[in-house]
């Protein structure tokens, strides 16, 4: 303990005074701080385990609700929607090829068709007169018998119902005519046209299949994409909640090993008498003074002193400026200087100004001779105080 002072005296006082209070005040506070400070750590203990448990419950419902999207779980879904779009492009490729040969079997089967028009349609109409004689022959038929007989009886009725069965399949005929472009089906007997036909509906079937796989692959990377983007915002949630989580538990076990250390001191302190304060070395008066350094002081004094000397009169020379020369004047001006006439100077004047050198340099060396006197008491540590009553007795 140390207090610095003008007086040694006053400053040997203090720290007695000090020591005195503070020798018989230490055992008391030692004792209430220890126990203030007991109870504080175990308000933070308390504290903080409340909040442990609402960081553990709160990364527990967040792990519950996110089961699977959570960091480390799953395959590497980075790696699987690269996987995904490789075979996404290769099943649009796969489509593109497909329908270019639907586009090239239905150009052929409808080239085929034009080019047997003729052949086909007299197909038809042969099937269609096949179909008409026969009703009309049954019709005759009928008629011959009706001569002979009414109209209910037994063959007549079959004969009607025959003509029925064949007109009715003479219709599905013209209706298959009209959706084959007005060819019945007879004329799709051809061998080429069946294999074109065939190629063709096979192609649209791999078309549509096809179209399905790549519809499926996109769903699925855009699936994959959205539960990415929710797996970052979820890693970036679980990452704040884990650094909240753990810098509770870190405060929380530093407490805890606080509050161990404290009772430990506690029973250290309980199995004491009492608090010992010893003095190990007693107030002294020191027989220099700690600050300032004298020597350095003395030089910053000569050096503030001479700098400001300079400085003083550089300002007089800005305020009140001199002209030295014809060519300053004629700067200063910017008028033409035709000449010059020298200061006449008696004798008395000249006597002044000779003597102006020898009182700066008497001054200036008594200024340096002040400051060598000073610092060699500085560094020697000589008593002025005896060096003047010394003084005195000689005198």
């Known amino acids: 303990i140390k207090y610095e002072a003008d007086n040694p005296d006053l400053a040997k006082n203090v720290v007695q005074a000090v020591l005195t209070v503070f020798s018989e005040q230490t055992q008391l506070s030692t004792m209430a701080g220890a126990d203030t400070a007991h109870h504080f750590i175990d308000r933070q203990i308390q504290e903080y385990e409340v909040r442990l448990r609402n960081a553990e419950k709160a990364k527990e419902n967040f792990m519950r609700a996110n089961l ?3 960091p480390g779980q799953g395959s590497n879904q980075v790696e699987q929607m690269h996987t995904m779009t490789v075979t996404l492009q290769d099943a649009k490729l796969i489509l593109d090829e497909a329908i270019s040969r639907k586009q090239a079997l239905k150009e052929q089967f409808d080239e085929a068709l034009v080019s047997n ?10 099937q269609s007169t096949i179909e008409d004689e026969k009703i009309a022959g049954l019709k005759l038929r009928r008629d011959d018998l009706l001569i002979k007989y009414t109209a209910n009886h037994p063959e007549i009725a079959h004969l009607n119902k025959t003509i029925k069965e ?19 089906s007879s004329v799709m007997t051809n061998p080429y046209t069946q294999s074109i036909k065939i190629a063709l509906n096979e192609a649209e079937a791999n078309v549509a299949s096809i179209q399905s796989r790549v519809n499926v692959l996109e769903k699925r990377l855009e699936l994959a994409q959205s539960e990415w983007n929710t797996r970052l915002s979820l890693e970036t949630e679980m990452q704040n909640l884990n650094r909240d989580y753990s810098a509770i538990k870190k405060n929380y076990e530093q407490l805890l090993s606080t509050r161990e250390q404290a009772s430990l001191s506690k029973k250290v ?9 010893k003095i190990a070395d007693a107030p002294d008066k020191p027989l220099l003074p700690s600050s300032p350094a004298k ?12 700098v400001s000397g300079f400085g003083v009169a550089f300002l007089i020379y800005l305020i009140r400026p001199t002209v030295m020369t014809t060519a300053q004047l004629r700067q ?16 008395l004047e000249l006597k002044k100004n000779k003597k102006e050198p020898f009182k700066y340099g008497l001054c200036t060396f008594g200024l340096i001779v002040i400051y060598i006197t000073f610092m060699m008491i500085d560094i020697l540590h000589i008593d002025v105080s005896s060096l003047v009553k010394l003084l005195q007795r000689i005198h």
């Open 166 to 184: 064949l007109e009715k399949i003479s219709e599905k005929k013209r209706a298959k005519q009209a959706e084959a472009g007005g060819l019945d």
């Open 117 to 126: 028009d003729e052949e086909w349609g007299v197909l038809a109409d042969q």
């Open 68 to 70: 699977g999207m959570l």
């Open 295 to 306: 020597p350095i002081m003395d030089s910053i004094v000569l050096l503030v002193g001479v």
């Open 332 to 347: 200063l001006t910017g008028l033409p200087v035709l000449g010059s006439v020298s200061m006449k100077i008696n004798d």
């Open 269 to 277: 302190d309980d199995q004491a008498e009492s608090l010992k304060f």
